[in-house]
């Protein structure tokens, strides 16, 4: 008897915000290994990553990731082990990291350079491959060493702080030497941020919702200025943290996520940026695949000698999948969103 391969498939584009309607659960059998052609391999997934970049794929508008077609499975980074393997680099049992989608099993033309990758999991779990050793930690290694490159003595922001990147961003600050702001939602995650992270001290946009009242917070936890900037939500924050940037601060633009289900977030005062000579970039960590090797070099040496911290937030079963993932548009996740699914 096959076995049975449930999915999640995108199904209609979301006006506004995104909602369960948009996803559909399917099921399809999974090739017996005898189907199989030369090269391909199946993999049962263990763990399914939920990222913010998914949301813009759901939009069929100009973006720098291309639309997600619709009634097909969505696209996701998957951790797992070969079920069955007709390429000679891969055997049953081996651990690997794939583009595998929100699905159970896929089937992987590994011949194809880059579409799998084994994994040592002897020091560092499996589900850290998708989050501080993984894409998101190579987002937050790239984003602060080759656009902020922080000095010792100097203060670092990051907003979403304690969240996959952002976790990974002020703890790569502190080995550095700076002085380490974060910005999150709730007294439990700036606990968190500072208590267990090592972080100088976090600011709760919550708490303090009206702008001055964030302002005031935010200055007085920078008194020498802000230097460098990670930047992954926008709107009233980034206005924020613009008033205290420094001389020749620099401001990695990661990501902003208070705008992804298409609520405008203007700018206020961008003639700081040449008031203060600074320097602000976007970049998008897949077109940097020269800095991997360094990146996870780092974080694998820190993650397994327990210096580099990481929270989890795992839902169960595939068909938990789009709630996990409308909940980690609305900071319901603390840590890396996943999904188990074994
Ligand atoms: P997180 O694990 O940080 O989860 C998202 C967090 O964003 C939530 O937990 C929530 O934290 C915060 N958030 C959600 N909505 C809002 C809002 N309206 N206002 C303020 N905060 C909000 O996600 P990641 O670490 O995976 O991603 C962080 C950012 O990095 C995202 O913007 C993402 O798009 C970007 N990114 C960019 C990449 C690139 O190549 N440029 C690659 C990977 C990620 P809280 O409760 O604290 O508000």
Redesign the pocket.
Same mark, same amino acid.
């Given at each position: 008897m096959s076995l049975i391969n449930r999915q999640i498939h995108l199904v209609s584009r979301p006006q506004g915000e995104a909602s369960p309607s948009n996803f559909q659960l399917v099921e399809a059998p999974v090739p017996a290994s005898e189907a199989l052609a030369e090269g391909q391999v199946v993999v049962r997934h263990h763990y399914l990553s939920l990222?913010?970049?998914m949301r813009g794929r759901m939009n069929d508008s100009r973006s720098y990731a291309e639309p997600q077609p619709l009634n097909t499975v969505m696209l996701g980074g998957t951790v797992g082990e070969v079920l069955h393997s007709r390429h000679p680099k891969f055997q049953p049992g081996d651990q690997v990291l794939g583009m595998g989608g929100w699905q159970e099993y896929s089937v992987v033309d590994a011949s194809v350079r880059g579409a799998l990758h084994k994994v040592d999991t002897q020091h560092i779990p499996l589900s850290a491959y998708l989050g501080a050793v993984g894409?998101?930690g190579v987002?937050a290694w790239y984003g602060l060493m080759k656009i902020i490159t922080p000095k010792s003595g100097e203060t670092v922001v990051v &907003?979403? #702080? &304690?969240? #996959?990147?952002?976790s990974v961003v002020g703890q790569l600050a502190k080995v550095r030497g700076c002085r380490v702001v974060g910005v999150?939602?709730?007294q439990d995650?700036c606990r968190y941020v500072v208590e267990e992270l090592g972080f100088d001290a976090c600011i709760d946009?919550k708490q303090h919702a009206e702008p001055k009242a964030f302002y005031q917070a935010l200055k007085a936890a920078t008194p020498q200025g802000v230097d460098g900037y990670f930047e992954?939500?926008g709107?009233m924050?980034l206005d924020a943290v613009m008033l205290r940037m420094n001389a020749f601060s620099r401001l990695a633009m990661?990501?902003?996520?208070?705008g992804y289900d298409g609520q405008p977030t203007p700018m206020q005062n961008p003639a700081l940026i040449l008031v203060n000579r600074m320097k602000v970039e976007g970049?998008?960590?897949?077109e940097h695949p020269d800095v991997w090797p360094e990146a996870v070099q780092e974080l694998g040496t820190l993650v397994g000698t327990g210096r580099l911290k990481f929270k989890e937030t795992v839902a169960q079963g595939i068909a938990a999948a789009p709630e996990a993932f409308l909940g980690?548009?609305?900071?319901k996740?603390f840590?890396?969103?996943l999904v188990k699914l074994i």
């Open positions: 990222d913010p970049y894409m998101p987002t &907003s979403a #702080a &304690s969240g #996959a990147v952002g999150a939602g709730g995650k946009y992954n939500v709107g924050i990661c990501g902003m996520i208070a970049f998008i960590v897949s980690l548009l609305k900071g996740n840590g890396k969103q």
